[in-house]
């Protein structure tokens, strides 16, 4: 394939994960939004917003949160998907990992909508919400909508894939002396714009447990559990230290937790690979390939990648990837010269 015809399908599978990915969510969240706005006068005040297993509602909230939430939810995940796809701009790459995630957005938001929107329905007339009738027709319903959206949103998707010079790069061991010893240490940080969607989504759900909590909404603890989720989540990947020594290659985040390490008895080989993350590994963060590659990306560009004798293959962003693999690959060598 020639270079102009890959920037030519590349631009069109951009387009279609666009429309699929975010325009289609963005225009069924405004229709639900406006219905749920429409029916307000219709419901009661408070009304159920959770059933529990026997179909009976037992949690509720009040009416105007619904709508709130339903933007909030339906125009952030559409934000989100986005963001994912605007991470490719520069490299040119493109997946089966985007398609699929185009189509997770169009079908995740199609199931939320149609289950909120038909149980907030379901409730018009009613004088009191403990009245509502089961979730199980609105959870059918949505769980067909979301079937038939993600699958219509991956057939509407041209099925392109574009490498944008990923593949494995030579790596040349670094010359050591017998006894002597080396090490490599590096930092790496996750890209801005990553940062900001976690900072922006945990600062929206202290927002919305807030809010709730002053307008005693039920589901105030539910919004601060989340954004402690992403605080912590902040927390642990934003930042990592990469150390390559003769204990092997160790990736530790900023904060002691998580930490990953293969001892050098474990590397079978050693490479540097450019990496796209969002084609490669649909987002940033550790992720799992659909090549089976587990990830710790935080951003595009250089980075480590070590095949295992047992397990995944191990990759990781980081800067000035070529000595890092390069020592790597000579303390390989020597370890391995040294068994018996």
Do not use: K, N
């Amino acid at each position: 394939m020639t270079p102009l015809a890959a920037s030519s399908d590349v631009r069109r599978a951009r387009r279609a994960y666009a429309i699929v990915a975010v325009w289609i969510p963005v225009l069924l969240t405004t229709v639900a939004v406006i219905l749920l706005l429409t029916w307000l006068p219709q419901v009661p005040a408070t009304v159920a917003i959770h059933w529990g297993r026997g179909g009976e509602p037992d949690g509720f909230g009040p009416a105007w949160s619904v709508p709130l939430l339903t933007a909030a939810v339906g125009y952030g995940l559409a934000a989100l998907f986005g963001v994912i796809a605007l991470g490719t701009r520069r490299s040119g790459e493109w997946g089966p990992t985007l398609r699929f995630l185009g189509a997770l957005s169009c079908g995740t938001t199609a199931f939320l909508l149609v289950l909120v929107t038909v149980s907030f329905a379901t409730q018009r007339g009613l004088a009191d919400a403990s009245d509502a009738p089961s979730i199980g027709l609105p959870l059918v319903a949505g769980l067909v909508a979301g079937a038939i959206a993600a699958a219509a949103g991956w057939f509407a998707q041209p099925a392109v894939t574009v490498s944008g010079g990923s593949g494995e790069a030579a790596v040349s061991a670094v010359a050591l002396s017998e006894g002597e010893r080396a090490a490599w240490l590096r930092t790496t940080t996750m890209s801005r714009a990553a940062m900001v969607a976690i900072a922006g989504v945990t600062l929206l759900m202290a927002v919305l447990a807030v809010v709730f909590g002053v307008s005693g909404g039920e589901l105030w603890w539910l919004f601060a559990a989340l954004a402690l989720l992403f605080a912590v989540l902040a927390a642990t990947t934003f930042v990592f230290r990469v150390s390559v020594t003769e204990s092997g290659l160790r990736v530790q985040s900023l904060v002691g937790l998580p930490r990953f390490s293969v001892p050098l008895a474990e590397i079978e080989s050693v490479s540097v690979v450019r990496v796209d993350p969002a084609a490669e590994f649909g987002g940033w963060g550790f992720r799992l390939g659909i090549d089976g590659r587990f990830g710790i990306v935080l951003h595009a560009g250089e980075a480590i990648q070590v095949e295992r004798r047992h397990g995944r293959p191990l990759v990781v962003t980081v800067d000035d990837a070529q000595t890092g693999a390069g020592l790597l690959a000579a303390l390989v060598g020597r370890a391995q010269t040294a068994r018996p």
